[in-house]
Protein backbone atom coordinates (compact mmCIF):
# COMPACT_ATOMS: atom_id res chain seq x y z
CA UNK A 1 0.00 0.00 0.00
CA UNK A 2 1.23 3.56 -0.65
CA UNK A 3 2.72 6.31 1.36
CA UNK A 4 -0.16 8.27 -0.26
CA UNK A 5 -2.81 5.89 1.37
CA UNK A 6 -1.07 5.41 4.63
CA UNK A 7 -1.27 9.45 5.17
CA UNK A 8 -4.54 10.36 3.97
CA UNK A 9 -6.05 7.33 6.39
CA UNK A 10 -3.56 8.43 9.31
CA UNK A 11 -5.20 11.98 9.07
CA UNK A 12 -8.77 11.16 8.12
CA UNK A 13 -8.62 8.81 11.43
CA UNK A 14 -7.29 11.94 13.17
CA UNK A 15 -9.98 13.94 12.16
CA UNK A 16 -12.75 11.50 13.04
CA UNK A 17 -10.96 11.39 16.46
CA UNK A 18 -10.89 14.97 16.67
CA UNK A 19 -14.26 15.45 15.47
CA UNK A 20 -15.59 12.58 18.15
CA UNK A 21 -13.47 13.58 21.25
CA UNK A 22 -13.11 16.86 20.79
CA UNK A 23 -16.06 17.87 22.41
CA UNK A 24 -15.30 16.45 25.90
CA UNK A 25 -11.73 17.44 25.88
CA UNK A 26 -13.07 20.89 26.56
CA UNK A 27 -15.03 22.28 29.79
CA UNK A 28 -16.96 24.65 27.92
CA UNK A 29 -20.01 23.62 25.54
CA UNK A 30 -21.29 24.84 21.66
CA UNK A 31 -24.22 26.95 22.67
CA UNK A 32 -23.55 29.07 26.05
CA UNK A 33 -22.52 32.79 24.88
CA UNK A 34 -20.39 34.87 26.81
CA UNK A 35 -20.61 38.44 25.37
CA UNK A 36 -17.87 39.58 27.75
CA UNK A 37 -15.59 37.27 26.21
CA UNK A 38 -16.30 38.06 22.54
CA UNK A 39 -13.65 37.47 20.09
CA UNK A 40 -10.88 36.49 22.64
CA UNK A 41 -8.36 35.14 20.62
CA UNK A 42 -6.75 31.92 21.44
CA UNK A 43 -6.04 31.37 25.32
CA UNK A 44 -4.41 27.64 26.54
CA UNK A 45 -4.45 29.71 29.67
CA UNK A 46 -8.31 29.62 29.53
CA UNK A 47 -8.32 26.33 27.78
CA UNK A 48 -9.63 28.35 24.52
CA UNK A 49 -7.33 26.25 22.26
CA UNK A 50 -9.05 28.13 19.32
CA UNK A 51 -10.73 31.47 20.95
CA UNK A 52 -14.05 32.42 21.25
CA UNK A 53 -16.71 33.49 17.93
CA UNK A 54 -18.62 36.97 18.16
CA UNK A 55 -21.14 35.36 21.28
CA UNK A 56 -18.19 34.41 22.96
CA UNK A 57 -18.63 30.74 22.22
CA UNK A 58 -16.13 28.52 22.61
CA UNK A 59 -14.65 27.77 19.00
CA UNK A 60 -12.84 24.52 18.97
CA UNK A 61 -15.91 23.13 20.68
CA UNK A 62 -18.05 24.61 17.74
CA UNK A 63 -15.51 23.59 14.74
CA UNK A 64 -15.54 19.85 16.52
CA UNK A 65 -18.95 19.87 16.48
CA UNK A 66 -18.88 21.17 13.16
CA UNK A 67 -16.61 18.55 11.88
CA UNK A 68 -18.69 16.28 13.21
CA UNK A 69 -22.33 17.43 11.41
CA UNK A 70 -20.27 17.94 7.90
CA UNK A 71 -19.00 14.49 8.10
CA UNK A 72 -21.82 12.90 8.76
CA UNK A 73 -23.70 14.39 6.13
CA UNK A 74 -21.53 13.89 3.46
CA UNK A 75 -20.81 10.34 4.54
CA UNK A 76 -24.25 9.50 4.61
CA UNK A 77 -24.87 11.48 1.76
CA UNK A 78 -22.36 9.64 -0.43
CA UNK A 79 -24.19 5.92 1.16
CA UNK A 80 -27.28 7.06 -0.53
CA UNK A 81 -25.58 7.80 -3.62
CA UNK A 82 -23.58 4.85 -3.57
CA UNK A 83 -26.60 2.61 -3.47
CA UNK A 84 -28.87 4.66 -5.76
CA UNK A 85 -26.04 4.76 -8.39
CA UNK A 86 -24.70 1.59 -8.13
CA UNK A 87 -28.21 -0.31 -8.69
CA UNK A 88 -29.57 2.13 -11.15
CA UNK A 89 -26.07 2.20 -13.03
CA UNK A 90 -26.10 -1.40 -13.51
CA UNK A 91 -29.46 -2.03 -14.39
CA UNK A 92 -29.28 0.48 -16.87
CA UNK A 93 -25.91 -0.91 -18.26
CA UNK A 94 -26.32 -4.52 -17.74
CA UNK A 95 -30.25 -4.83 -19.64
CA UNK A 96 -29.54 -2.34 -22.21
CA UNK A 97 -31.27 -1.14 -25.74
CA UNK A 98 -34.34 0.95 -25.03
CA UNK A 99 -34.50 0.22 -20.90
CA UNK A 100 -30.93 2.07 -20.70
CA UNK A 101 -31.91 4.94 -22.88
CA UNK A 102 -34.82 5.92 -21.20
CA UNK A 103 -32.87 5.54 -17.83
CA UNK A 104 -30.07 7.13 -19.10
CA UNK A 105 -32.51 10.10 -20.65
CA UNK A 106 -33.88 10.45 -16.86
CA UNK A 107 -30.22 11.06 -15.79
CA UNK A 108 -29.64 13.66 -18.08
CA UNK A 109 -32.75 15.21 -17.58
CA UNK A 110 -32.34 15.52 -13.69
CA UNK A 111 -28.48 16.86 -14.70
CA UNK A 112 -30.46 19.69 -16.21
CA UNK A 113 -32.20 20.89 -13.30
CA UNK A 114 -30.60 23.77 -11.35
CA UNK A 115 -29.39 22.36 -8.14
CA UNK A 116 -29.72 25.53 -5.97
CA UNK A 117 -32.89 26.47 -7.29
CA UNK A 118 -34.39 23.07 -6.39
CA UNK A 119 -32.66 23.38 -2.95
CA UNK A 120 -34.32 26.62 -1.76
CA UNK A 121 -37.91 25.24 -3.74
CA UNK A 122 -37.67 22.00 -1.02
CA UNK A 123 -37.04 24.76 1.51
CA UNK A 124 -39.44 26.62 0.91
CA UNK A 125 -41.78 23.75 0.97
CA UNK A 126 -40.77 21.46 3.32
CA UNK A 127 -38.92 24.31 5.95
CA UNK A 128 -35.42 23.91 6.54
CA UNK A 129 -34.96 20.61 8.10
CA UNK A 130 -31.51 18.59 9.16
CA UNK A 131 -32.67 15.52 6.44
CA UNK A 132 -33.47 17.60 3.57
CA UNK A 133 -29.83 18.21 3.51
CA UNK A 134 -28.58 14.61 3.23
CA UNK A 135 -31.93 14.26 0.40
CA UNK A 136 -30.91 17.37 -1.63
CA UNK A 137 -27.28 16.12 -1.67
CA UNK A 138 -27.84 12.14 -2.54
CA UNK A 139 -30.35 13.83 -5.01
CA UNK A 140 -27.28 15.17 -7.25
CA UNK A 141 -24.61 13.05 -6.55
CA UNK A 142 -25.72 9.71 -7.33
CA UNK A 143 -26.27 11.09 -11.22
CA UNK A 144 -22.28 10.93 -11.15
CA UNK A 145 -21.96 7.24 -9.82
CA UNK A 146 -24.67 5.72 -12.20
CA UNK A 147 -23.11 6.67 -15.12
CA UNK A 148 -20.03 5.28 -14.44
CA UNK A 149 -21.59 2.36 -13.13
CA UNK A 150 -23.53 2.08 -16.45
CA UNK A 151 -20.57 2.44 -18.73
CA UNK A 152 -18.50 -0.57 -16.98
CA UNK A 153 -21.50 -2.62 -16.78
CA UNK A 154 -21.67 -1.95 -20.53
CA UNK A 155 -18.03 -3.71 -20.64
CA UNK A 156 -18.60 -6.63 -17.77
CA UNK A 157 -21.37 -8.22 -19.36
CA UNK A 158 -19.51 -8.81 -22.67
CA UNK A 159 -17.35 -10.63 -20.04
CA UNK A 160 -17.26 -14.82 -20.73
CA UNK A 161 -18.32 -15.37 -17.01
CA UNK A 162 -21.54 -12.91 -17.35
CA UNK A 163 -22.27 -15.23 -20.96
CA UNK A 164 -21.91 -18.38 -18.89
CA UNK A 165 -23.81 -17.49 -16.41
CA UNK A 166 -26.75 -16.62 -19.15
CA UNK A 167 -26.49 -20.15 -20.65
CA UNK A 168 -27.22 -21.86 -17.24
CA UNK A 169 -30.67 -19.73 -16.96
CA UNK A 170 -29.44 -17.27 -14.02
CA UNK A 171 -31.84 -14.00 -14.37
CA UNK A 172 -31.15 -10.81 -14.90
CA UNK A 173 -30.77 -9.25 -11.45
CA UNK A 174 -28.89 -12.49 -9.81
CA UNK A 175 -26.44 -11.67 -12.51
CA UNK A 176 -26.06 -8.43 -11.59
CA UNK A 177 -26.10 -9.05 -7.51
CA UNK A 178 -23.49 -12.08 -8.34
CA UNK A 179 -21.19 -10.94 -10.78
CA UNK A 180 -21.86 -7.72 -12.12
CA UNK A 181 -21.49 -5.47 -8.57
CA UNK A 182 -18.18 -7.32 -6.95
CA UNK A 183 -16.34 -6.44 -10.01
CA UNK A 184 -17.76 -3.03 -9.56
CA UNK A 185 -15.72 -2.88 -6.13
CA UNK A 186 -12.44 -1.06 -7.40
CA UNK A 187 -13.75 1.66 -9.57
CA UNK A 188 -16.61 2.00 -7.04
CA UNK A 189 -14.66 2.90 -3.80
CA UNK A 190 -12.30 4.92 -5.85
CA UNK A 191 -15.08 7.42 -7.06
CA UNK A 192 -16.93 6.87 -3.48
CA UNK A 193 -13.68 8.45 -1.95
CA UNK A 194 -14.25 10.96 -4.56
CA UNK A 195 -17.52 11.71 -4.14
CA UNK A 196 -17.32 12.28 -0.08
CA UNK A 197 -15.29 15.52 -0.65
CA UNK A 198 -17.41 16.47 -3.05
CA UNK A 199 -20.56 16.03 -0.89
CA UNK A 200 -18.78 18.44 1.90
CA UNK A 201 -18.11 21.18 -0.47
CA UNK A 202 -22.39 21.34 -1.74
CA UNK A 203 -22.98 21.24 2.31
CA UNK A 204 -20.59 23.69 2.84
CA UNK A 205 -21.30 25.82 -0.18
CA UNK A 206 -25.32 25.45 1.13
CA UNK A 207 -24.30 26.24 5.02
CA UNK A 208 -22.15 29.09 3.40
CA UNK A 209 -25.20 30.38 2.09
CA UNK A 210 -27.48 29.84 4.87
CA UNK A 211 -29.58 26.86 3.42
CA UNK A 212 -27.97 24.38 5.08
CA UNK A 213 -27.11 23.77 9.43
CA UNK A 214 -29.26 25.79 10.93
CA UNK A 215 -28.23 27.46 14.51
CA UNK A 216 -27.73 26.29 17.30
CA UNK A 217 -26.59 23.59 15.33
CA UNK A 218 -23.17 24.56 12.87
CA UNK A 219 -20.87 22.56 10.23
CA UNK A 220 -17.55 23.77 9.00
CA UNK A 221 -19.52 25.02 6.38
CA UNK A 222 -21.46 27.65 8.57
CA UNK A 223 -18.15 28.62 10.54
CA UNK A 224 -16.60 29.82 7.46
CA UNK A 225 -19.36 31.97 6.70
CA UNK A 226 -19.23 33.25 10.05
CA UNK A 227 -15.55 33.70 10.07
CA UNK A 228 -15.73 35.61 6.88
CA UNK A 229 -17.63 38.73 8.98
CA UNK A 230 -14.83 38.57 11.38
CA UNK A 231 -12.27 38.26 9.26
CA UNK A 232 -10.55 41.50 9.74
CA UNK A 233 -11.05 42.16 13.67
CA UNK A 234 -10.54 38.02 14.13
CA UNK A 235 -8.94 36.13 11.64
CA UNK A 236 -8.84 32.66 13.40
CA UNK A 237 -12.59 32.59 13.02
CA UNK A 238 -11.63 31.97 9.55
CA UNK A 239 -8.65 30.30 9.11
CA UNK A 240 -9.27 27.39 11.38
CA UNK A 241 -12.56 26.46 10.16
CA UNK A 242 -11.28 26.65 7.10
CA UNK A 243 -7.49 25.17 7.65
CA UNK A 244 -9.41 22.46 8.72
CA UNK A 245 -12.15 22.15 5.45
CA UNK A 246 -8.93 22.16 3.06
CA UNK A 247 -7.35 19.59 5.37
CA UNK A 248 -9.97 16.76 4.89
CA UNK A 249 -11.02 17.70 1.26
CA UNK A 250 -7.15 17.10 0.62
CA UNK A 251 -7.18 14.01 2.65
CA UNK A 252 -9.88 12.53 0.33
CA UNK A 253 -8.49 13.65 -2.36
CA UNK A 254 -5.40 12.13 -2.24
CA UNK A 255 -6.76 9.09 -0.81
CA UNK A 256 -9.19 8.65 -3.71
CA UNK A 257 -5.99 9.40 -5.96
CA UNK A 258 -4.04 6.72 -4.00
CA UNK A 259 -6.65 3.99 -3.80
CA UNK A 260 -6.84 4.81 -8.04
CA UNK A 261 -3.56 3.81 -8.99
CA UNK A 262 -3.26 0.64 -6.65
CA UNK A 263 -6.28 -0.47 -8.43
CA UNK A 264 -4.72 0.22 -11.65
CA UNK A 265 -1.68 -1.60 -10.47
CA UNK A 266 -3.61 -4.89 -9.66
CA UNK A 267 -5.45 -4.86 -12.76
CA UNK A 268 -2.40 -5.07 -14.89
CA UNK A 269 -0.30 -7.91 -16.06
Do not use: C
Not at 104 to 129: C, K, Q, S
Not at 235 to 241: A, E, G, K, S, V
Amino acid sequence: MSRTIKASVTILFAVVALALAGPWLSPYDYVTTNFGGALSPPSFAELRLFGTDDLGRDLFVRTTTGMRITLLVAVVASLVSLVIGVAYGATAGFIGGRVDAVMMRFVDTLYALPFIFLVILLMVAFERNFLLIFVAIGAINWLDMARIVRGQTLSLREREFVQAAHLIGVGTFGIIRRHIAPNLLGIVVVYLTLTIPQAILVESFLSFLGLGVQEPETSLGALVNAGVAQMESAPWLLLIPAGLLALILMAFNFLGDGLRDYFDARQSP
